[in-house]
């Protein structure tokens, strides 16, 4: 059987993955093997992002909600302070996982009460 192109490409630059779309597309006949592929990518991109991210926390011995603070505080710029509440109200964690995760409970952070 030749191969089916799902997604216009040159066929030097088929993968395992169009093959499976082949497949699915073949199987699934409402499946849109087009938007199917690109959130399999996606997601393929996600893991190798996830992976990169895993290696730099595991190297500054941060994790994600210490590693997103300080890179907020960073983009503030210089004297690098913010309220909980502001930090808070800028990034998607919600209150009460900032009080249980305090940064501040960290040899690298303290705790400045701001007026």
Known sequence: MA?????????????????????????????????????ERIQHLAHGFDASMAETLATTKLDRRAFNTLGKLRSIGAPYRRSAGMLASDSVIVWPVIVRASPWKTPWARRIFMT
């Open 3 to 39: 191969r089916t192109r799902v997604v216009a490409t040159a066929a030097d630059e088929l993968d395992a993955l169009d093959d499976n779309l082949v497949v699915w597309a073949r199987e699934i006949p409402d499946l849109d093997p087009l938007t199917e592929g690109i959130v």
